[in-house]
């Protein structure tokens, strides 16, 4: 495997109780810092693909590796530490939401705590400090104290952004994060990730519906179809009769697409 390789998985395969296939054959290469976008249908299987990659689900058929190792294989100790390094913002926030935005934002930094105060949510003083510093990276630092339910949902989404950016990671897998909002919002969040792709040098893989959104922010892109790769390119490469493809004779782009 490339050393400049972040995620790279092999004849990928996903069926699910019921022998539901969401996945089948897929191979894929991610290079580090890359700001990969999967786009597809509801149900091409964009969400199994970026959970089998850091095993919040166990694929069925075929290996991934992360940064040269196959977490596919790992268990215990290695698979915490793979797991360490990747990052997952999820569509609708998974906040706790009676809990402060600050205790969400620390919660990232579990991973690397020692068990008891952890489990107590105890933490040292230097890593509340660096928790109110990645609040400030997404322009909330003033809403620490506030309970994560009083928070609009991008605000929300953003908690979960400075939640993944508190944990170190190498690697960041968003699922769908701005499909629940609102058009206007969705920018907003979207920078931010953009930002830990950009400036903190992270690789992004982000599962998005919108076509507009992933010609204005990834470097490449995946199109899935039936749990198989449909399409691979730059964005720019993606054309109409590539949309239908993917989507159906009937669909059509945003207006605002270019194509």
Known sequence: MSADLAVRTEDLGMVYPGGVRALSGVDLEVREGEFLA??????????????????????????????????TAASGGSLRRLRRQVAMIFQQFNLVRRQTVLT?????????SRLLPSLVLSFAQSERERA????????????????ADALSGGQQQRVAVARALMQEPRLILADEPVASLDPALRHSVMRHIE????????????????????????TRLVALRDGKVAWGGR?????????????????????????
């Open 38 to 71: 999967i786009l597809g249908l509801s149900g091409s299987g964009k969400s199994t693909l970026l959970r089998c990659m850091n095993r919040l689900i166990d694929p069925t058929e075929g290996r991934v590796w992360i940064f040269g190792e196959e977490i």
């Open 104 to 112: 969400n934002v620390l919660s990232g930094a579990l991973g690397r």
């Open 132 to 147: 109110v510093a990645s609040l400030g990276r997404v322009g909330l630092d003033d809403r620490a104290g506030s309970r």
């Open 195 to 218: 930002a830990l792709n950009r400036e903190e040098g992270l690789t992004v893989i982000c599962s998005l519906h919108d076509i507009d959104l992933v010609e204005r922010y990834a």
């Open 235 to 259: 964005p720019e490469e993606f054309d109409r009769d590539t949309f239908r493809e993917i989507y159906g004779e009937e669909a059509e782009p945003t207006s605002n697409s270019g194509f």
